[in-house]
T-cell receptor, first 108, second 112 residues
Framework: GQNIDQPTEMTATEGAIVQINCTYQ??????LFWYQQHAGEAPTFLSY????GLEEKGRFSSFLSRSKGYSYLLLKELQMKDSASYLC?????????FGAGTTVTVRA | GAVVSQHPSRVICKSGTSVKIECRSL??????MFWYRQFPKKSLMLMAT?????????EQGVEKDKFLINHASLTLSTLTVTSAHPEDSSFYIC????????FGSGTRLTVV
């Protein structure tokens, strides 16, 4: 089975940095994705990790350690529009299994 | 980039009726499409995997006779919720594999 854990909620100040952790236990692994989802909308792709290490993409970075079953998403220079739910998803046999999502609230 | 169009975005139907949701890949061919449902403040739960020209593969606990999936072409998959009941009210999202996983904009189904 799949077990993907991430914190439920996080709050941060505009301009700050927030790190969202994700731990997973899955029967197989083809890669790990991070998505952003605003309420009532579809998820939008943020990052993808298949090998260990850090992937940087503008203000967003994602890290993966396959041996530890651990990933994090780093959001820098937070903006109000970054308030959303962030979903960690693991690809296994090319099907995605999602964590419950972390709601990030950015305060002025 | 890859675009997936999902229609309708919102639908309200009476209990006992059927609702069809369409998912189209606009600028790429999608051999495989996935259907998810999402309850408020919950994660996306995979319902089924749809492969063009073959029967869909349903996840455990998903009734295939209730959630009919048809993937008749490389660009279109449909999900029909048959004999809908209020407990079927949810947010349904499709995704297609092309350049990674691309999601449709979702369908908010309300059964009254």
């Amino acid at each position: 089975g799949q077990n993907i854990d991430q914190p439920t909620e996080m709050t941060a100040t505009e301009g700050a940095i927030v790190q969202i952790n994700c731990t997973y236990q899955t029967s197989g692994f083809n890669g790990l994705f991070w998505y952003q989802q605003h309420a009532g909308e579809a998820p939008t792709f943020l990052s993808y990790n298949v090998l260990d290490g850090l992937e940087e993409k503008g203000r967003f970075s994602s890290f993966l350690s396959r041996s530890k079953g651990y990933s994090y998403l780093l959001l820098k220079e937070l903006q109000m529009k970054d308030s959303a739910s962030y979903l960690c998803a693991v690809s296994n046999d090319y099907k995605l299994s999602f964590g419950a999502g972390t709601t990030v609230t950015v305060r002025a | 980039g890859a675009v997936v169009s999902q229609h309708p975005s919102r639908v309200i139907c009476k209990s006992g009726t059927s609702v069809k949701i369409e998912c189209r890949s606009l600028d790429f061919q999608a051999t495989t499409m996935f259907w998810y449902r999402q309850f408020p403040k919950k994660s996306l739960m995979l319902m089924a995997t749809s492969n063009e020209g073959s029967k869909a593969t349903y996840e455990q606990g998903v009734e295939k006779d209730k959630f009919l999936i048809n993937h008749a072409s490389l660009t279109l998959s449909t999900l029909t919720v048959t004999s809908a009941h209020p407990e079927d009210s949810s947010f349904y999202i499709c995704s297609a594999t092309g350049d990674g996983y691309t999601f449709g904009s979702g369908t908010r189904l309300t059964v009254v």
